[in-house]
């Protein structure tokens, strides 16, 4: 999705990374922050906004990813 390579999705990035301290907010996890991830995701009608924003770590992010599909 070219959305992603976009400034207006960079400085929303940044700001969510900053919110969650570069961590991963799954609970008990703490590892550090690999992607910025829409909860409700996008394609299902997700907004790019902070409340629908989270910071995830590399294997969360995979797992999120591998059970969405």
Do not use: F
């Amino acid at each position: 999705d070219p959305y992603y390579k976009t400034k207006a999705w960079q400085l929303l990035r940044k700001a969510v990374l900053l919110r969650d301290l570069y961590t991963c907010v799954v609970p008990g996890c703490g590892q550090p922050a690999y992607a910025v991830d829409h909860i409700k995701a996008r394609r299902a009608g997700g907004a790019d906004a902070m409340w629908n924003l989270r910071a995830l770590c590399k294997d969360h992010d995979h797992a999120v990813k591998e059970t969405s599909t």
